[in-house]
């Protein structure tokens, strides 16, 4: 109850200083206000040293009843004018401490514009009491309604406790007492006790799996988001950069270095493209949106026309890519989404590789109904214990390759591509030696007649 008490007061001393803080900020903007209104008036007075007339504005200011003083001083700091009153009712010890003892100085340096020339200073002083009326009484309002609502909780509390917990214990002993009564005299006393308590350890222990498997994943995301800013941070640096030297006309009447430029701008804006359409891409499917065309598709055919493609990728790093096709069948799948496996396959298997290294991209037949579409790299390989977690979204595996750009989640979409085709993905690899990327697809009708036919025997 005390500590339910403590903390009402404490909510309501916050509410007091915040409601304190407004006043003192809306005491400025009074200010400003009233500047805005007299200063051209009192700077029209300066100008033409009317006493009279700035005499007449300072006495009008004090209609507000905030305002204790205000001073029309000309260019040379002489006062031409100023009226004061002093406050009408003292500030309590309270308004004094949250508030303030004294009124706050405002100033303003008169100017004629279109003169361009300075003919004095207008001062005002505000009382912050007189501008917060109402301020003690809702101080303490809030106050008592804060110890108000914290004594009604804690009795809520108390009798929330007292009914579920307290009652509830006791009648757990009591039940023990009982049990205890009855049973027979080789029994141990502890035996319930030891039961609730393996019963508690288990259900702890299960919570604590249950917390640690939940935290798995956000722990995973966490690493992603950190892993994605300085995915698109690097590409977005480099494209601001390069285009300020540009702009700057640094490199601009060197044509090989402006080349150079814009060739590393629109490297890092592919780069950008592509990692922004990976998040794209796994969001549509984890979200299941994305429809899937199957229809009879040749491996063999979709590797020879994007074969260009695949060279210039792997040219990057001065890698060679070959072929090995050894059937011609057809398999039932999405031509775009096989497309994309095959690209993520070989983009993989060139980042993962060494400079002057070697991909082979191959098709080969299956003893069990299907046909493999697979990528081999001469890389550094997947260490064993890591192999089935590369598919996981927001993982990569480990390598000692430095800055190699990527989110984790190429891998990722390709098994949910592979799986939402039909197919099933995996992956080969040797540490030191090289990683064998592949997925399996199901046989078209016609292709499965052929193999039919050819081990038929001829009558």
Known sequence: MFIALVI???FAIMQILLDARNER?????????ILDYAGLPAARAAYRLDDVGAHELVVSLLSDPALVKAEILDETGLTLARAARTSTKPPSILEQLLL????????????????NIDVGTLIIELDPVAAAPGFQQRTWNALLSGLLKSTILAFLLTAIFQLIITKRVTRLAESFSSAAKHKPKTARRGDELDLLEERVLQST???AKAVIEAQAPNKTKSVFLASMSHEMRTPLNAIIGYAEALEMGIGVDNIERRNSYLKNISSAGKQLNRLLGDILDFSKIEAGSIEFEIEDVSLAETIRSDIQQLEEIAAERQISLKTDISTEEMVRADQSRLRQILLNFV????KYNFSGGTIIVGVTARPDGQQRLYVKDSGSGIPPNQIQSIFEPFVRADNNLPDIPGAGLGLAICKMLAEGMGGHIGCDSVVAEGSTFWVDLKLSASSVSSRKDSASPIA
């Open 347 to 350: 983009t993989n298997a060139t």
């Open 25 to 33: 900020k809306d005491l400025s903007v009074h200010a400003k206000s």
């Open 205 to 207: 222990n299960a919570l």
């Open 100 to 115: 303030g003892s004294g009124a706050e100085m405002f100033a303003r340096d008169l100017r004629i514009e279109q003169a």
């Open 8 to 10: 009402g007061a404490v």
